[in-house]
């Protein structure tokens, strides 16, 4: 199932310790049941779904054909990676299991992963490697993904781990989109990454009501909500 020799697979159990999980082709070791990082990031999956949908169909126009593009972490951001057509034969770059995974099932899609040590939290990878291979990749557009917005906080994430990556995306990117579902305006996270006026667009479901809608109504930035 796996593809390797059975040395590899009782190498890899063994340095896991016997507690492992099997996950997008290797095995990986698990952190203590305790900190129930597997079933956060699983419950943030399937809240506000038809929101995210939302917001990525709109975020998803904003691609061109063979654009280098910069996907985010999170739960959101698959919904926008399945939008990419196999005739646009863009390059996507990412640090997050779940958005590998669909990007290099896409035909005539080139797909750069930024690797490191995984994090469960949020399925993705964080290294010094990554962020010097990433400050080498010219990006047309950056799709940014985060737990909470705030006119005056800005955009902020769960997990530390995740701002270098996103910051140096911020700033390579010739253009750069916030995707959120309109559940996250008015949280703050504990990771702040940007200001809204660092992005183009800040980009939102339909759902999203008439005084937030008034609440980030900003010259800085445009809001996409329809």
């Known amino acids: 199932m796996l593809g390797v020799s059975e040395m590899t697979i009782r190498r890899d159990i063994s340095s896991c310790d016997g507690v ?5 082709g290797y095995i990986v070791k698990c952190h203590d049941s305790s900190q129930n990082s597997f079933y956060v990031f699983d419950r943030e999956r399937e809240s506000h779904i038809e929101n995210k949908r939302m917001a990525c169909e709109l975020a998803a126009s904003f691609i061109e054909p063979r654009d280098t ?6 739960t959101t951001m698959p919904h926008l ?5 196999s005739d646009w034969r863009v390059t996507v770059v990412c640090f997050s299991l779940n ?16 690797g490191g040590v995984y994090q469960p939290s949020s399925a993705s990878f964080s290294s010094a490697e990554a962020l010097e291979m990433l400050r080498t990749i010219g990006i047309n557009k950056a799709f940014l993904s985060a737990g909470g917005i705030d006119p005056t906080h800005g955009a902020s994430c769960s997990n530390f ?8 995306a911020i700033h390579r990117a010739v253009q750069k989109y916030l995707v959120v579902d309109s559940s996250k305006i008015g949280k703050v996270r504990p990771a702040f990454f940007a200001g809204l006026d660092e992005f183009d667009a800040v ?8 005084e937030n809608r008034e609440l980030l109504t900003n010259d800085s930035f445009r809001l996409v909500t329809d």
Do not use: W
Not at 99 to 114: R, S, W
Not at 162 to 168: A, F, L
């Open 81 to 85: 990676a399945r939008r990419i057509a």
């Open 203 to 210: 980009v939102i479901d339909r759902d999203i009501s008439p």
């Open 161 to 168: 781990h995740e701002v270098p990556i996103k910051q140096e």
């Open 99 to 114: 958005i590998a995974n669909v990007i290099c099932k896409i035909p005539n899609t080139t797909l750069i992963m930024l």
């Open 20 to 24: 492992f999980r099997y996950l997008g």
């Open 69 to 74: 593009i910069f996907i985010d972490c999170g």
